[in-house]
């Protein structure tokens, strides 16, 4: 049962313009959110990440916005560049219960186009 | 240092062969944590380890066997491997587990294959 759930494999932005990247979970449960990115035979690298205490945050050209109710984040790229292409994985965990497995979506593969 | 380490960059054994995956940090991080990645998946958690003990084991085979020799390295020792093992091995680590898995910073993996 996959609770992290990135629905878009794919995303093509032109240069310049912003990319959304979104994320959607199932368990309640889940309070700590971070967006990984990958770039191919290396491993995932930190991004940004956001606590359910708050609704947005910000860090350079990377926004990542949390809708609690909705279950859903978002991770928004301005202005996207060339070397944004990777493939962006959404991922979660309940840090507040101890449980402290990282939940991981499937993956968003972003090309910018130069 | 922000790095972590890991050692070989990609390795080729038989399923008779053992083995031995490394990763390395100085960050002082004492949370240490191996994912398996299979092509095209997101990365699974295998182990977590927290002050050099073994804190959780994902139901992993004993085929993979972990050890923590000291805060600063992270080793897996294969052994009698199956050729679906072959993926690519991510070493992470982050500041602390107890309070909660919060930004880890991952190694470039060890890319397994298993004939």
């Known amino acids: 049962d996959q609770q992290v759930k990135q629905n878009s494999p794919s995303l093509s932005v032109q240069e310049g313009r912003i990319s959304i990247l979104n994320c959607d979970y199932t368990?309640?449960?889940?309070?700590?959110f971070l967006w990984y990115k990958k770039y191919p035979a290396e491993g995932p690298t930190f991004l940004i990440s956001?606590?359910?205490?708050?609704d947005k945050n910000e860090d350079g050209r990377f926004t990542v916005f949390l809708n609690k109710s909705a279950k859903h984040l978002s991770l928004h790229i301005v202005p996207s560049q060339p070397g944004d292409s990777a493939v962006y994985f959404c991922?979660?965990?309940?840090?507040?219960?101890?449980?402290?497995?990282?939940?991981f979506g499937t993956g968003t593969r972003l090309t910018v186009i130069p | 240092d922000t790095e972590v380490t890991q050692t070989p960059k990609h390795l080729v054994m038989g399923m008779t062969n053992k083995k031995s995956l490394k990763c390395e940090q100085h960050?002082?991080?004492?949370?240490m944590y191996w994912y398996k990645q299979k092509a095209k998946k997101p990365p699974e958690l295998m182990f977590v380890?927290?002050?050099?003990?073994?804190?959780i084991n994902e139901s992993v085979p004993s085929r993979f066997s972990p050890e923590c020799p000291n805060s600063s390295l992270l080793n897996l020792h294969l052994h009698a491997l199956q050729p679906e093992d072959s993926a690519l091995y991510l070493c992470?680590?982050?500041?602390?587990?107890?309070?909660?898995?919060?930004?880890?910073?991952f190694g470039q993996g060890t890319r397994l294959t298993v004939v």
């Open positions: 368990n309640s449960m889940f309070d700590y």
């Open positions: 380890y927290s002050y050099e003990k073994l804190s």
């Open positions: 960050m002082g991080h004492r949370a």
């Open positions: 956001i606590s359910s205490i708050k």
């Open positions: 992470a680590s982050s500041q602390d587990w107890a309070g909660g898995l919060t930004e880890a910073f």
């Open positions: 991922a979660a965990s309940a840090d507040q219960t101890g449980a402290n497995n990282l939940f």
